[in-house]
């Protein structure tokens, strides 16, 4: 449970330092960050592994640079969904997929850490 926890939060600081760096991207409180790392969750899980098997043949056509559009669709999906969590067009969403990867992988590593010492 505490792990499941660890990774909301995480995901919910990560929306907020994205939010930081992309134009175009915004989150007016922690509150709506914490919704919107819940709802990315559900869209990660339900909707983008429906996007990914539509759109495999193009997927495979563009040796898998398509998955940033459906990255991009996922997180715009997400904005919709969320009040509080702005992204205004696909270009900001397709930015904010990319950096939100990065910065996830780090803040993860984080609090990983911050969870284990010992490692």
């Not at 505490?2 to 509150?31: D, E, H, K, R």
Request: charge should be neutral; hydrophobic fraction near 65%.
């Amino acid at each position: 449970m505490l792990q499941f926890l660890l990774t909301w939060l995480a995901t919910a600081v990560s929306l907020i330092i994205t939010a930081f760096f992309v134009p175009g991207f915004a989150i007016v409180s922690f509150s709506s960050a914490i919704l919107g790392a819940a709802i990315l969750g559900l869209v990660n899980a339900i909707v983008k592994p429906i996007l990914v098997i539509f759109t495999l043949p193009l997927t495979i056509l563009t040796f898998g640079l398509f998955l940033l559009v459906v990255n991009a669709i996922s997180l715009g999906l997400v904005s919709y969904l969320t009040p509080g969590l702005l992204v205004s067009g696909f270009f900001p969403a397709l930015l904010g997929s990319i950096v939100l990867t990065v910065v996830s992988g780090f803040v993860d590593r984080i609090f990983l850490a911050i969870e284990s010492p010992n490692n």
